[in-house]
Each structure stands twice: as structure tokens, then as C-alpha cells.
């Protein structure tokens, strides 16, 4: 009963608070928006990622789901690419587009299961303009200390919100690879082809080291 | 051939000669050179000694080494805050040392941000970049690892104006500054591990992520954490259109 009570006085105090004052944070629809799905795309996450004994093919595959699902996946592969996307030829779009989502998927399950986490505070959301926002949150170290800070860029695409960068502390993922990309490209003369064959080769590796 | 500086794009490709300097990394294959000598020192030194800390220290003792090196920073953290006009920053700083030092015990322990003043990071480097000097080109310093002629700079003051290392100067206790410096590059690989590992393992050219990284984390130091929505993203164009200023100063006076 008295947790009922208790119950009922929170919500008209909720309400209350909020005919004053109007909800205080995330005004924006955006903002609210964009907050939500942070916070579910780490609910899935935590639910995806963390099952007890599940297999690593497994949890591959799920969080390949959840990638395709929550990111732009085809915008970033392409921002990553930069000036030469242009230059590629068709099939070799197609390729570098099927390697970029294999090669994030391998490298990153493993290090999304830990940016997500039932420890991911949301801090705040902000709008960058009608159809961007930043989704700022905070990751409590097991270990102490200050904890991490990860920001959450989303855009709006076909209605949708989706994920183009996580920056970490600072350090963009889509910044970092597209640098990372990029230099691989000079090295091989401006060809992507070049680039093509490394990210065959350290999808390859990198699958062998997740099934050890 | 032993080339000393990166090959000039053809001046009439533009996207090109925007790229080139955008990597602004002239002495490219001599600091490819230099960041292989420090890894393998790093993989025969400073690995191996985290790694012991890491595995055989227990972590009780290792937060404890942590937290007192960073409350012996505190001359330089403060300094810094000062130089930059960071009042307010410089009263956390200093706050945090009278506490962590009586109540944590000599710094051992991190009363000060359990208590809400949280422990951040200034040097002479960002100092430097917030009174509106420029980067430069990148280097790659021998040990040290990645700089730039700014931060070169702020790493020298640093070390110069660190009253323990003029202390152990002053009485020849240079073992004093050695330990000191040993203990925290310990304690930092320690620290960053696993995600070093990882990186090693996923970049396709480490050296060009490593560049890319410390870039980033500069320029978020020297925002004090508050320009990620500045960056340029996908979707978003190469320059993000928005009216925030990416000054370091400014950002962090309006909070």
C-alpha cells in the first residue's frame, strides 16, 4: 500500500513538474528522440552481446544485426572512403561495402559489448540541426576511475535515426578509419583495389582469431 | 632508397594537395622509421614490464600508484589551468590536492573525485595551443612517441618546470626523476592495454591510426572534452556547418 501511495505521489509530482516547467530535458522532439534510441540500442546490445554461453558465431551474427539495424552503415562506409569513392569502379564499391561491414563486425564485437553495458549513462542529447543530434553517455569503469565518455552521433535517413560515429573520448571511429583507409590507398598509388586486398586480407585474419 | 621526407602530391590535384596537408606529416618515412624502433622497444621493455604490472600487482596497489602520480602532477595541472585562464579548473586542481593529500593519504587515494571533483589533465602543449599556436607537423619522437613541434615544446616546460624533477635536479637525486618517469610510462601502458592490442590487431596501417588518434585526443584535451560535435562526420560534409567555436577557451569559459 504504501509503495502505491508513494507511486501516486510521484506521478502527479511528475506531472506537476512537468506542467510548470515543461520537461526539462531533450525539449527538442530530435533530442528526445535521438536519446531513446541510444538507450535502447544499448538495451539490445546488453541483451544481444551478453547472453551467458552464447556462441561467438553466434554473437557475430547478432551484433552484425544490430549494426545493420542501428547504423548507416553504406553513409560511413562511404565518408570513410571519401574522394576515392569516386573513383572506384562499381564492382569494387560493392565489394569494399560487403568488406567494410565484415571488417567492422569482426574487429568491433568484441569492443561494442563493452561501450555498451548496463553502465552506459546518458548525460544528454543535443541537436546539431533538423536532422543530427549528439547523444552524449558515460561508461562507469569496472576497474574505478573517471568514467569513459562516449558520444553518440545520429542522423535522420529515410525517417530513420541511425548511428554515423561513436567518438570515444574524443576519438571518432568513422575519423580514425577513414585515416586509416586512406593512407593504405596512397600506399598503393590512389588504387582502391589496394585497399581491397589489405581488407581482405585483415578480415581474414581477424575472423581466424575471433574462432580461436 | 632512404628518403628523409613524404613525396609532394602533383600540385594540380587539388583533393590531393588538400590531403597532403591535411596528414601534415613532411618527414613521413623518417617517422615511420622512428615508430618502429619504439615498438619494438615497447615490446621489449614497456610491454612486458605492464604486463608483470598488470598480471602481479594487485590492482588495490596499482590505483594507489596511479592516484599519486597523478596528485604529483599537480604543480603542472595547475600551472597550466592558470596559464590558460581556467579559474575555476584551477580551484578543482587545487581543492583535489589538499584533500587527496591529507584525507587519501599522500594522494594513494582519490577522495576528491568520490567527493565530485573529478581529475583532468593540462601541460604546457595545451597551454600553448590555447593561447593560439599551431600544431605543426607531426613527429614521432624516439620513446617519447607521437608529438608535434607544439607539444615538443610543452613536454620540455613540463619537464622544466616540474618542482620535483627541479628539486632532484638541484640534489642530485636524478634517480628521483628516472623512477618517476619509469613508473608512470608503466603505469599508463598498463592502463591502455588492451585497447593498444586491439588497435594493433584491427588497424589496417597502425602508424596512420596512431596519427589520426593523437590528433584527436589533443584537440579534445585542449577543448577539455567539449568539441565532439564539431567534428566532421558522415553525413554531415566534410566542414560541420554549425556556429560552435572549435577555440578551446571559449568552449570551456562558456560552461
Redesign the interface.
Known amino acids: 500500500m504504501a509503495f502505491r501511495r508513494c507511486l501516486a505521489i510521484g506521478l502527479v509530482g511528475l506531472v506537476l513538474t512537468s506542467m510548470v516547467s515543461g520537461p526539462v530535458r531533450a525539449a527538442d522532439p530530435l533530442e528526445a528522440h535521438a536519446e531513446t534510441f541510444i538507450a535502447s540500442l544499448a538495451d539490445k546490445a546488453v541483451q544481444a552481446l551478453t547472453v551467458e554461453g552464447a556462441q561467438r558465431s553466434e554473437r557475430v551474427s547478432r551484433f552484425r544485426r544490430l549494426f545493420n539495424d542501428h547504423f548507416a552503415v553504406h553513409g560511413i562506409a562511404k565518408w570513410v572512403l571519401g574522394r576515392y569513392w569516386r573513383r572506384a569502379s562499381d564492382d569494387e564499391r560493392s565489394e569494399y561495402l560487403i568488406l567494410f561491414e565484415d571488417m567492422i563486425v569482426v574487429s568491433y564485437v568484441d569492443r561494442f559489448a563493452g561501450y555498451t553495458g548496463e553502465a552506459l549513462a546518458i548525460t544528454k542529447a543535443v541537436a546539431l540541426n533538423d536532422d543530427s543530434a549528439m547523444v552524449y553517455s558515460e561508461i562507469v569503469r569496472p576497474t574505478g576511475g573517471p568514467p569513459v565518455r562516449v558520444d553518440w552521433r545520429v542522423a535522420t535517413e529515410d525517417e530513420n535515426l541511425h548511428v554515423v560515429d561513436v567518438v570515444i573520448e574524443g576519438t571518432s571511429m568513422s575519423t580514425t578509419l577513414r585515416s586509416d583507409f586512406s593512407s593504405i590507398i596512397r600506399r598503393e598509388g590512389g588504387k582502391v583495389a589496394g585497399l581491397l586486398k589489405v581488407l581482405r586480407d585483415k578480415t581474414k585474419s581477424l575472423r581466424q582469431d575471433l574462432a580461436k | 632508397m632512404f628518403a628523409g621526407c613524404a613525396t609532394m602530391p602533383d600540385p594540380a590535384d587539388k583533393?590531393a594537395v588538400a590531403?597532403f596537408k591535411e596528414i601534415n606529416d613532411p618527414g613521413e618515412p623518417a617517422m615511420r622509421a622512428i615508430f618502429e624502433f619504439n615498438l619494438v622497444l615497447d615490446k621489449m621493455v614497456l610491454k612486458p614490464a605492464a604486463e608483470f604490472y598488470k598480471g602481479f600487482i594487485p590492482?588495490v596497489l596499482q590505483?594507489g600508484v596511479?592516484n599519486f602520480l597523478n596528485n604529483l602532477r599537480t604543480p603542472i595541472i595547475l600551472l597550466n589551468d592558470v596559464l590558460q585562464g581556467k579559474f575555476e579548473r584551477a580551484g578543482t586542481t587545487l581543492s583535489r590536492f589538499i584533500v587527496n593529500t591529507t584525507v587519501g593519504v599522500l594522494g594513494l587515494s582519490d577522495k576528491a573525485?568520490e567527493m565530485g571533483m573529478?581529475?583532468h589533465n593540462e601541460d604546457f602543449g595545451q597551454t600553448l595551443a590555447v593561447w593560439g599556436a599551431d600544431e605543426g607537423p607531426y613527429l614521432m619522437l624516439p620513446i617519447f612517441g607521437p608529438s608535434n613541434p607544439r607539444d615538443a615544446v610543452g613536454l620540455a616546460v613540463d619537464f622544466l618546470t616540474d618542482p620535483i624533477n627541479l628539486w632532484a635536479n638541484n640534489t642530485n637525486r636524478e634517480e628521483v626523476v628516472w623512477a618517476r618517469t619509469g613508473t608512470r610510462a608503466v603505469d599508463e601502458r598498463a592502463r591502455n592495454f588492451d585497447v593498444i592490442e586491439?588497435l594493433e590487431?584491427?588497424?589496417?596501417?597502425f602508424?596512420?591510426?596512431v596519427?589520426?588518434?593523437y590528433r584527436?585526443?589533443r584537440?579534445?584535451?585542449i577543448?577539455d572534452?567539449k568539441?565532439?560535435?564539431n567534428?566532421?562526420?558522415?553525413?554531415?560534409g566534410e566542414n560541420?556547418?554549425?556556429p560552435m567555436t572549435i577555440d578551446g577557451s571559449e568552449i570551456s569559459q562558456s560552461k
Open positions: 583533393e590531403e590492482p590505483s596511479h573525485a573529478e581529475y586491439d590487431k584491427s588497424s589496417l596501417d602508424y596512420a591510426t596519427r589520426s588518434l584527436q585526443r584537440k579534445d584535451e577543448n572534452g568539441a565532439s560535435g567534428m566532421p562526420a558522415p553525413g554531415l560541420s556547418p554549425f
